[in-house]
C-alpha cells in the first residue's frame, strides 16, 4: 500500500497549486479532539462536487511539507487511500499507535485530507490540460487524561502584559495551562478606544507565550487597558473572552 501511495502522491503532489479553488471532499470537523481513552476517533468525510475524486489522508506532526511516507507520528489512519464518487461519504478510522507522548499537556498534530480529480480524456489523448489537487489541513489534539482544569477554562486563564521593545509596543500572552489556545481575533481596549492587534492564525501551546504586534503608539496606550478576544473551541464555533492588561 504504501508504494501505491508513494506513486499517486509523487504525480498528484507535484499539480498542487495555491489558487482560488473550492475542494470538493468537506471534513465535517473544523478539529480533531482524540480523548486519551478513546479508542479510535472516526472523521467524516463528503464529497460535495460532481465527479469521483482520489483522496489520500495522513498526520502530520507540523510540517506541511511532509509527504505521507515521512510523517512520523503516533496515529494510523483507515483507509488511508480511496475514491469518492460525487454525494458520497467515507469515514477515517484514527487510531494511537504506542508511543511516548507528554501526559501533563495536550499535542498538536495535522489531519491531511487530499484530493485528486481523474485523468482527463484530454490529457489521456495527450493535450495541455491543467488539473488541480487541494489539501485540506486541520489540527488533531491528543488530550491525556487528567489534565488540570477544563479547556474551556484555558482562555480566561491567559495572562496579558504590555511589553516595551524598540520598534513598537507588544500585548504579550502566556499560556499557563495544559491546553492549547487558538485565537479568531484579538482587540485591545484602552480608555476606552478598541485597538486593533495583529493576530491571524495564532495558536498558543501550553506553558507558551507570544507576542501580538499592536498597530498604535506608545502614546495612544497610556491608561487602564483591557484585551477582547475570540478563540476557536473543540466545536469549531468561537467564544468571547475578556482579559485584563498588566503594565
Known sequence: MKSV??????????????????ASVVITNTRVIYAADAREVTVQLSNKGKQPVLVSAWIDAGNAKDR???????????PPLFRMDPDKGQALRISLTPAALPMDRESVFWLNVHEAPPVSQEAIEGKNVMQLALRTRIKLFYRPKGLPGQVDDAPAALSWKLVSNADAPILQVRN???????????????NGKLLPVVAEAV??????????????????????????FEVINDFGGFSPYIGDVHP
Open 5 to 22: 501511495l508513494r506513486g499517486v502522491l509523487a504525480c498528484v503532489l507535484s499539480t498542487c497549486f495555491v489558487l482560488p479553488a473550492v
Open 68 to 78: 505521507p511516507e515521512d510523517a512520523q507520528v503516533p496515529f494510523t489512519i483507515t
Open 176 to 190: 499557563s495551562s495544559a491546553y492549547h489556545v487558538s485565537f479568531a481575533g484579538v482587540s485591545l481596549q484602552v
Open 203 to 228: 495558536m498558543v501551546a501550553p506553558g507558551q507565550s507570544y507576542d501580538f504586534s499592536i498597530n498604535a503608539s506608545r502614546a495612544a496606550l497610556s491608561g487602564p487597558a483591557k484585551v477582547k
